[in-house]
Nanobody, 120 residues
């Protein structure tokens, strides 16, 4: 199973970016899908989480600005980021809990990370 993230880049403060992360491989189903972010030298923090039933949770710092969504047939999670601030600058990672077809057991996977830079 692989998670591949897309959509990072450089944007001015107040702008928008949309991240996507697609899971592929030996997949029966995907449970929670989560976006994290990490600044060099700091811990990786949860940004937003979406369950298989599309219930969502957000970090306080992004509530009202970021929206997480998913496309279950495509095993893809999105993060729409609006009103971006310089403090949103980080490497963004996707994470998923996947039920593998071959074992019908749940495993955890991380994507490779994508850089988001917000200039002031």
């Amino acid at each position: 199973v692989q998670l591949q993230a897309f959509g990072g880049g450089l944007v001015q403060a107040g702008g928008s970016l949309r991240l996507s992360c697609a899971a592929s491989g030996d997949i029966f189903s995907v449970n929670d899908m989560v976006w994290y972010r990490q600044i060099p030298g700091k811990q990786r923090d949860m940004v937003a989480r979406i369950t298989s039933g599309s219930s969502t949770t957000y970090a306080d710092s992004v509530k009202g600005r970021f929206t997480i969504s998913r496309d279950n047939p495509r095993n893809t999670v999105y993060l729409q980021m609006n009103s971006l601030k310089p403090e949103d600058t980080a490497v963004y990672y996707c994470y998923a809990k996947v039920i593998r077809s071959t074992t019908l057991r749940e495993y955890q996977f991380w994507g490779q990370g994508t850089q988001v830079t917000v200039s002031s």
